[in-house]
C-alpha cells in the first residue's frame, strides 16, 4: 500500500520565525515524485514544491524549502520568515505514476 | 495561462437531484483527474482519464456517479440522485503525459451541498 503520513494535524509559528511540517511515506518505488500543496480559505490548491526522488539536493522555492531523506521516507517542509499569507493547510503528496496520494494536511496557524 | 477552470463554483441541491459539475483542463494536458476532498476521508481520487479515456474508476463510490470526457477540453462528473454524504468539494485536475515528475495542476474546485 502507497500512504503518506503527516503526523502533524495542526501547528502554528511566529510571524517571520521558521516551522518545519513533517511528512513520511510508505513505497516500494525507487522513483517517484513528491510534493507540497498549500489550501488557504478559499480552498484552492497551490503547488508551493516538489522533489524529484532520484535527486539529493534538497529543493528551494524562495522561503520554501524541503529536507528530503530518501532512506528515511521523510519528506518535510520548511518555511522561513513566515509570512501572515502562508495561514494554510498544507499537504504532502507522492506521485508515483499518474496519480496522486496524499496526507491528511497540516493546519498552519500564523501568529502576528 | 488559463488554469483549470471548473463550474460550477458552489450549488445547493435537494437530496434525489441530479447534479452535474464541470470541468476544462488546461489546454494540452491530456490527464484529467476528479478529486473529492471531506473531513472525514480527505482528498481522494474518484477517476482518471489519458486522452479522453477513463483509466482507473477505482475511486468511484457507486453507480450513483458517473464521469465523462468527451474531448480534450471538457469533463463532467454527474451524480445522480444526489445524497446529503455527497456535500463535499470536488476538485478537477489535470497535467500532461506520464513522466512521473509532472505537476498535477488543480482547479478551484465545486463546493457541493446536499440538503
Known amino acids: 500500500a502507497q500512504t503518506v503520513t503527516q503526523s502533524q494535524p495542526e501547528m502554528s509559528v511566529q510571524e517571520a520565525e521558521t516551522v518545519t511540517l513533517s511528512c513520511t511515506y510508505d513505497?516500494?518505488?525507487?522513483?517517484?515524485?513528491l510534493f507540497w500543496y498549500k489550501q488557504p480559505p478559499s480552498r484552492q490548491m497551490i503547488l508551493v514544491i516538489r522533489?524529484?526522488?532520484?535527486?539529493?539536493q534538497n529543493a528551494t522555492e524562495n522561503r520554501f524549502s524541503v529536507n528530503f531523506q530518501k532512506a528515511a521516507k521523510s519528506f518535510s517542509l520548511k518555511i522561513s520568515d513566515s509570512q501572515l499569507g502562508d495561514a494554510a493547510m498544507y499537504f504532502c503528496a507522492y506521485k508515483p505514476r499518474d496519480n496522486l496520494f496524499f496526507g491528511t494536511g497540516t493546519r498552519l496557524t500564523v501568529i502576528p | 495561462d488559463a488554469g483549470v477552470i471548473q463550474s460550477p463554483r458552489h450549488e445547493v441541491t435537494e437530496m434525489g437531484q441530479e447534479v452535474t459539475l464541470r470541468c476544462k483542463p488546461i489546454?494540452?494536458?491530456?490527464?484529467l483527474f476528479w478529486y473529492r476532498q471531506t473531513m472525514m476521508r480527505g482528498l481522494e481520487l474518484l477517476i482518471y482519464f489519458n486522452n479522453n479515456v477513463p483509466i482507473d474508476d477505482s475511486g468511484m463510490p457507486e453507480d450513483r456517479f458517473s464521469a465523462k470526457m468527451p474531448n480534450a477540453s471538457f469533463s463532467t462528473l454527474k451524480i445522480q440522485p444526489s445524497e446529503p454524504r455527497d456535500s463535499a468539494v470536488y476538485f478537477c485536475?489535470?497535467?500532461?503525459?506520464?513522466?512521473?515528475?509532472?505537476?498535477?495542476?488543480f482547479g478551484e474546485g465545486s463546493w457541493l451541498t446536499v440538503v
Open positions: 489546454s494540452g494536458h491530456d490527464y
Open positions: 485536475a489535470s497535467t500532461f503525459s506520464v513522466t512521473k515528475g509532472n505537476t498535477i495542476y
Open positions: 513505497t516500494s518505488e525507487s522513483d517517484y515524485y
Open positions: 522533489q524529484e526522488a532520484y535527486k539529493q
